[in-house]
Each structure stands twice: as C-alpha cells, then as structure tokens.
C-alpha cells in the first residue's frame, strides 16, 4: 500500500527547520486541556506542526499554529491527517492572504 501524502510530509518534518520551535510551543499549548495533555497527544500536534512546515515552506511555521492544531486534534479525536488537511486549507484557501506568512504580511 503506497504511504499517503500527510505520511510522507511527517517523515520529512522529523528534519524540520523549525523542530525544535515547534517542541518548545507544543508543551505551552493549551497546557490545562485535557484532550492535549492524553499519551501522544503532544507527539501528535508536533508531527502535524512539522509536517505542515515542511509541506508549505512558504509558510514554514508560525507559533499560533500550534493553538489551531491543537484544537482540531481535539475535536478530530486525534486523527492527524485530517486536522493537517484542515490546516492546510484554512491557512491555503480560507483565511487572508498572508496570515501564517513569515513576516505575517496578510495580518497588516
């Protein structure tokens, strides 16, 4: 069975340039939510994080992200894939031109 798309985008994500900023993020986010504080819940965010800077370099990554995914992992239940095609689309096709871009350009 061939990988699918969001697996190899986590694959790579492992040599993200912006790994080890996603790490430190994840552990602020949301700290007293229980949904983020479940085994794996934070691996999980990390990866989605990861994976998405390296599938839109444009955008890379940018810290308020991580409260976003964290939000759709909780109310996907934890399926990765389908809160990284949310992100993707929200920050690709819904919202403003340039609101995740590296200087936040779309957010002035």
Not at 1 to 29: H, R, W
Request: charged share 15%; with cysteine; aromatic share 8%.
């Amino acid at each position: 069975m061939a990988k699918s798309y969001y697996s190899i985008m986590a694959e790579a994500g492992k040599q993200s340039p912006f790994l080890e900023n996603i790490k430190q993020d994840v552990s602020c986010t949301f700290p007293n939510h229980t949904g983020l504080q479940a085994p794996g819940t934070q691996a999980a965010l990390t990866r989605v994080l990861a994976a998405y800077s390296v599938h839109n370099d444009k955008v890379g990554y940018c810290r308020a992200m991580a409260n976003i995914v964290g939000l759709l992992l909780v109310a996907m239940n934890s399926n990765e894939e389908n809160a990284f095609w949310l992100l993707a689309a929200l920050v690709e096709d819904l919202l403003h031109p340039g609101t995740y871009a590296r200087h936040l350009e779309g957010c002035q």
